[in-house]
């Protein structure tokens, strides 16, 4: 199986990483192993690195491209599932954590995954295969209303309305099974001297649909707050975002964390029982160099932001 994922903001994630050689790590997206071989040339035999993905591809390719690593464990599982992960390995805490969030370059390149405008393949989009909701479902069940609202809010697309409403009647005629399908009716109606403005008319209703069946923005929060509670003191969390609803997600917590006191503005002494549990180390996102973005335009939207345990 070819691989081919350029590995986003690599030696920003390393440097920030702060890595022990005997620490233990969690890469949460382990996808075609980038930055976990990374994390692991900075190891000695003595520490370790769990490296988790829900899907079934990138642990297969992984197990093979680290076969000779004695020191990582490979997880298939969705990291919102982290202190299960962490209990059932008879982990306490670890040293640092990794998100490099949304999906990889494999996933986008082939076509039977359904991810792409640009591939024809069925509506599918599961990172986690073995999972039963697809694109293909909702695309053909939401009703209208559900359609237009995931549009709206998961891909801020303007014309959520007339999509949903032009999904609803297509699929009445026959099923709109593949990528292509969904792509030839949205440029039925999302008007020419749009599409030339911004990027391909297709753009959001994919990001839309891929964040529905993956739940990806639902279970951000809870997952961000489990791996920080699962962190050392001392220890860094890294959250790579693609794109502003996840990035705002991720500044909130990390804001909301670092806040001392959560009491109005109007009381004059604190009477909350809020800590400071992190100290955010990047006050503004940390962007890839120009250099990085010619090599490979795909990581043009990625934010890297950073955290460190202080409690
Ligand atoms: C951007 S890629 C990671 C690429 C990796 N950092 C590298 O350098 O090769 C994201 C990976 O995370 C996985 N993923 C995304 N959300 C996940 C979740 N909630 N639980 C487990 N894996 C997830 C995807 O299946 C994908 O393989």
């Known amino acids: 199986m070819q691989f081919n994922h350029f590995s986003v903001m690599l030696n920003e994630c390393i440097d920030a990483l702060n890595i022990k050689q005997n620490g233990i790590y969690v890469d949460c997206t382990l996808g075609g192993g980038g930055h976990s071989g990374e994390i692991l040339k900075h190891l000695s035999n003595d520490g370790r690195l769990i490296s988790i993905d829900q899907d079934k ?60 405008y640009m591939r024809n393949g069925q509506l599918d ?61 949205i ?61 705002r997600i991720v500044k909130n917590i990390f804001n909301y964390l670092a806040l001392e006191c959560i009491c109005p503005k109007e009381f004059p002494i604190c009477k909350c029982d809020k800590q400071k549990e992190i100290k955010v180390i990047n006050k503004k996102p940390i962007l890839p160099s120009s250099l990085e973005l010619n090599q490979n335009s795909r990581s043009a939207s990625a934010k890297l932001r950073i955290a460190e345990k202080i409690i």
């Open 187 to 247: 440029d039925e109606v999302i008007p020419r001297y749009q599409n030339k403005k911004g990027g391909h008319s297709s753009k959001k209703v994919f990001q839309a649909l891929r964040i529905e069946v993956n739940e990806e923005l639902d279970i951000l929060e809870n997952s961000i707050k489990n791996a920080i509670n699962r962190l050392n003191i001392g220890g860094r969390i890294e959250i790579i975002t693609f794109h502003s609803l996840e990035d």
């Open 57 to 116: 591809y990138a642990i297969d390719y992984c197990k093979e491209k680290f076969k000779d690593k004695q020191n990582i464990t490979f997880v298939r599982d969705n990291f919102k599932n982290l202190d299960l992960i962490l209990e059932e390995l008879n982990v306490q805490k670890v040293d640092g954590i990794l998100m490099d969030l949304g999906i990889s370059s494999y996933q986008i390149d082939t076509d039977e995954r359904g991810f792409s």
């Open 125 to 185: 989009m599961r990172m986690d295969t073995s999972q039963d909701l697809t694109a293909k479902y909702i695309v053909n069940n939401y009703d209208e209303q559900r359609l237009s609202y995931i549009f709206k809010v998961y891909g801020e697309e303007k014309f959520h309305r007339k999509i949903a409403n032009k999904i609803v009647n297509t699929r009445r005629e026959k099923p709109i099974d593949t990528t292509f399908d969904l792509v030839k009716l």
